[in-house]
C-alpha cells in the first residue's frame, strides 16, 4: 500500500466533495485526463484534498464545452499562452453558437407571432389598423419576373444569405405606391424582410389597410382589386408602400390553395 499522511477520500467521497458523478471521476481516469493519487492494496482508488483545485481546473474549461482532446493536450503542459490560445478559439466558436441560437429565436418568434395572427383573421375581409414603426430591409435588385422559377429562388436565396436570415417566416414582396397604380405587369416590385439590421428601413408608424388571400400567388390580383375598392368605397388612399407577406406557406399546409398571404399598407383619409 503506498503510503500518506494526507487525509484521503474515496472515489465516492470525493465525488461528493466536488459535486459531480462518480462516473466522472472513472471516465477521467480510463482517459488519463485526472487520475487518483493512488491505490489501496485493495485495488480501491483513493483522491486527496490537494487534487480539488486540479479538477476544478478541468472543470472550469469543461464548462466552456472544451473539447476532450485539447483539455489532455493542454493540461500535459498548461501555460498562459496556451490557455489564452484555447480560451481565444473556444470564444470563436461561442460566438458562432449565439448567431445560430439568435436565429433560431428569430425564427421561432416569428411563427409564435404569426401563428396567432393567423387564428384570427378573416380571409378577403379589409381591415385598417394601427402599426407600430418597425424595421424593414428591402432587396437591391427589383424582382425579375420573366425569369425561371429557380433563377427567381436564387435571387431571394441570395438576399437571404446576405443578410444571415435562414428562416422565411416573415418576408414578402413591396411595391411602392406610384408602382401598384401601374399595370400588374408594368410594376416594379422588391424582396422585403422584417429584420432589425444596420441596412434596414423604418416602416413608419400609422393606420394599415390589411387584408389575408388564401390560395394561389396568381389569383392575388383579385385580392388587391377587393383592397382597392375598399379604400375607395371609405375615402381613402394608399400612403405608403404595399407589402405582400407570406405567413409561413410550406410550413402549415401542403398545397398553393391553402397558402395565406397578408396584404397590408398604410393609409390616410382623402384631403
Not at 503506498?2 to 461528493?16: H, L, M, Q, V, Y
Not at 481565444?88 to 396567432?116: G, P, W, Y
Not at 413591396?174 to 416602416?203: G, H, N
Request: contains cysteine; aromatic residues 12%; negative net charge.
Amino acid at each position: 500500500m503506498k503510503k500518506t499522511a494526507e487525509k484521503t477520500f474515496s472515489t465516492g467521497e470525493f465525488a461528493k466533495l466536488l459535486e459531480v458523478n462518480k462516473d466522472t471521476l472513472l471516465y477521467y481516469d480510463k482517459i488519463d485526463l485526472f487520475k487518483p493519487a493512488g491505490t489501496f492494496d485493495n485495488g480501491y482508488r483513493y483522491y486527496t484534498f490537494d487534487q480539488f483545485d486540479q479538477f476544478v481546473a478541468i472543470q472550469s474549461l469543461r464548462a466552456v464545452e472544451l473539447p476532450i482532446k485539447e483539455l489532455k493536450t493542454y493540461f500535459d503542459a498548461p501555460n498562459i499562452q496556451s490557455l489564452q490560445q484555447l480560451a481565444m478559439e473556444q470564444q470563436e466558436k461561442v460566438a458562432r453558437e449565439v448567431l445560430k441560437l439568435q436565429d433560431i429565436q428569430f425564427f421561432l418568434e416569428q411563427t409564435v407571432a404569426l401563428t396567432k395572427e393567423m387564428k384570427e383573421i378573416s380571409i378577403g375581409e379589409v381591415l385598417i389598423k394601427p402599426l407600430a414603426a418597425e424595421p424593414v430591409v428591402y432587396s437591391e435588385e427589383k424582382m425579375d419576373w420573366s425569369i425561371s422559377m429557380e433563377d427567381l429562388y436564387e435571387q431571394s436565396t441570395t438576399f437571404f444569405k446576405k443578410l444571415g436570415v435562414k428562416s422565411t417566416a416573415a418576408y414578402g414582396i413591396v411595391y411602392s405606391k406610384e408602382d401598384f397604380s401601374k399595370e400588374e405587369t408594368e410594376r416594379e416590385s422588391y424582396l422585403f424582410c422584417r429584420l432589425d439590421d444596420p441596412s434596414a428601413k423604418i416602416k413608419p408608424a400609422g393606420d394599415y389597410a390589411i387584408i389575408y388571400h388564401q390560395g394561389p400567388y396568381d389569383e392575388l390580383s383579385q385580392t388587391f382589386a377587393t383592397l382597392l375598392t375598399y379604400l375607395e368605397k371609405e375615402q381613402l388612399e394608399l400612403d405608403g408602400d404595399i407589402y405582400e407577406e407570406y405567413l409561413l406557406h410550406s410550413i402549415v399546409a401542403k398545397e398553393e390553395k391553402d397558402y395565406i398571404t397578408k396584404v397590408s399598407a398604410k393609409v390616410k383619409r382623402l384631403a
